[in-house]
C-alpha cells in the first residue's frame, strides 16, 4: 500500500494547534455544518424501538431501497429495480473499496484517474490488482485522455473509474463525455464505475447528470452515491450503489461475506433524507456558493490563479512556478496558519496544485486571504 501522503500534514497541524495556534483548515472535504434535524429526529425515534437493534439484512431495508429509487426516478428520471439494482451502503467508500474484489485478479488492472479519491488506488491493490493512472490535465478540463491509454494495459483491464463532479480537482463533464465513456467501455469490456457524490453539490443553476441517464448505460455501469456530502452525514456512514444488476450483486455477494449491513436506525434516517423537504440541499449550495466566490475573488485579488467550480466544495489551485505543493502547502502553515491539501497527496499528476475546501465561514475565508495578503 502507498503511504499515507497526508499524515506529514496532518501531524504539522496538530501540532500548531497544540502550540496554541490560530489555524484556518481548508484541508478537509468534511462539511462543517450539521444533519438537518428531520434527519435526526427520525434516527432518534428508530433508535427508541429495539427490533432496529438486531443485525441488519445485508442487502439494506426493503424501504430505503425504494427511497433510492424514488429519488433516482425523480432527479435524473432513472428507473431502477429496488430489489436488484440498489444495494446501500455503510458509505460509498466501503463500497468503492469492496467493488474490486468481486472482478480484480492478480495481473488484472482498474484505470483510475490521477488526481483521485485514495481508494479507487486503494480497492485495486487491496484485491491483489493494480491500479493504472489516467492523468487529469487542466488542458483536457480535469478528464482522461482515453486514447492515451495503451493496448497491453486495456487487454488485462477490467474495471474505469470516473468520478464527476470530481474531487479533487472541482471539474465537471458533459453527458458526451459520459457517452465516450460508455462506448469504449463496450469496445474495451470494461466496467464503468460512476462515483457521483457531488452530483447535489453544485452552483449558478447547473445541475449534474447520472451516467445512468444514458443509453445502454445499465450494460456496464455501477454507480456509486451517498447521503454524506448531500445532507451533511459523513459521519453516520450510509451510501448505496445502484445500476447493472450483476455488478450489483456481486458486491452484495462479497459484502455479505465482510459485513452485516448498516444500522437499521441509519437507514430509517437515510428514507428521512430522501423522503423529506429538501430545502437544505438548496440552502447549502447557496452557502457554499458564497464561500466560493469569497475565496476565488480573494484569491484572484491576490493574483493567484484560481477558477469557480461549478460543481464540488473544491477549489483546485496551481502552485507558484518554483515551488511544488508540499513544500507550499508547509509554507501556508508555517507563515499564515492556513491548511490546505497539497496535489500531489491525490496522485503524481496532481503535482503542481493545492486543494482548498470550503468547509468554513465566510468570516474565515476572508480572513486567510488577509493573512495572506499580508505575508504577500
Ligand atoms: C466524500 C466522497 C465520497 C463519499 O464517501 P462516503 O463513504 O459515502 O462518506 C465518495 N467519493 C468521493 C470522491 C468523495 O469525495
Known amino acids: 500500500m502507498p503511504p499515507y501522503l497526508f499524515l506529514e500534514i496532518d501531524k504539522a497541524k496538530r501540532k500548531a494547534r497544540a502550540e496554541g495556534r490560530d489555524i484556518i483548515d481548508l484541508g478537509i472535504g468534511d462539511p462543517d455544518q450539521p444533519t438537518p434535524g428531520y434527519i435526526i429526529e427520525a434516527l432518534h425515534k428508530a ?15 426493503p424501504a430505503l431501497r425504494r427511497s433510492i429509487e424514488g429519488w433516482y426516478k425523480r432527479r435524473f428520471n432513472v428507473n431502477l429495480n429496488p ?5 446501500p451502503l455503510i458509505g460509498s467508500k466501503e463500497g468503492i473499496a469492496h467493488f474490486p474484489f468481486a472482478f480484480l485478479n492478480a495481473g488484472d488492472y482498474s484505470l ?5 479519491y485514495p481508494p479507487y488506488k486503494g480497492g485495486a491493490i487491496l484485491a491483489g490488482a493494480k491500479p493504472y493512472l489516467m492523468p487529469l490535465r487542466r488542458e483536457n478540463a480535469f478528464l482522461p485522455d482515453l486514447n492515451k491509454i495503451p493496448k497491453s494495459i486495456l487487454k488485462k483491464a477490467k474495471i474505469i473509474f470516473v468520478n464527476y463532479p470530481n474531487n479533487p480537482t472541482g471539474a465537471t463533464c458533459d453527458r458526451g463525455f459520459y457517452a465516450e465513456v460508455i ?5 474495451h469490456n470494461l ?3 460512476s462515483d457521483l457524490a457531488y452530483s447535489e453539490m453544485s452552483y449558478d443553476g447547473y445541475k449534474h447528470s447520472s451516467m445512468l441517464e444514458l443509453d445502454g448505460a445499465k450494460d456496464v455501469v455501477i454507480e456509486f452515491h451517498s447521503l454524506s456530502k448531500t445532507y451533511n452525514m459523513t459521519g453516520w456512514r450510509i451510501g448505496w450503489a445502484c445500476g447493472n444488476a450483476e455488478l450489483v450483486q456481486a458486491l452484495a455477494k462479497v459484502k455479505s461475506n465482510i459485513d452485516s449491513g448498516i444500522f437499521t436506525a441509519v437507514q430509517f434516517a437515510g428514507v428521512a433524507a430522501l423522503e423529506g423537504p429538501q ?9 457554499y456558493q458564497q464561500r466560493r466566490d469569497c475565496l476565488v475573488s480573494g484569491l484572484k485579488s491576490l493574483g493567484w490563479e484560481a477558477s469557480n467550480p461549478k460543481a464540488t466544495f473544491y ?3 496551481s502552485v507558484p512556478k518554483k515551488s511544488n505543493s508540499i513544500s507550499f502547502a508547509s509554507l501556508l502553515l508555517d507563515k499564515a496558519d492556513i491548511v490546505a491539501t497539497p496535489g500531489v497527496g491525490f496522485g503524481e499528476s496532481g503535482e503542481g496544485y493545492i486543494r482548498m475546501a470550503l468547509t468554513v465561514s465566510e468570516q474565515r475565508i476572508k480572513e486567510a486571504i488577509e493573512r495572506l495578503r499580508k505575508i504577500g
Not at 112 to 116: G, I, L, Q, R, S
Not at 183 to 187: L, P, S, T, V
Open 47 to 61: 433508535a427508541q424501538d429495539p427490533v432496529n437493534h438486531r443485525y441488519a439484512l445485508d442487502q439494506g431495508m
Open 112 to 116: 483510475v484517474p490521477d488526481p483521485c
Open 315 to 317: 477549489v483546485w489551485i
Open 191 to 193: 466496467i464503468v464505475v
Open 279 to 287: 430545502e437544505h440541499v438548496t440552502n447549502m449550495c447557496r452557502l
Open 83 to 87: 430489489d436488484t439494482e440498489v444495494l
Open 183 to 187: 462506448k469504449f467501455a463496450r469496445k
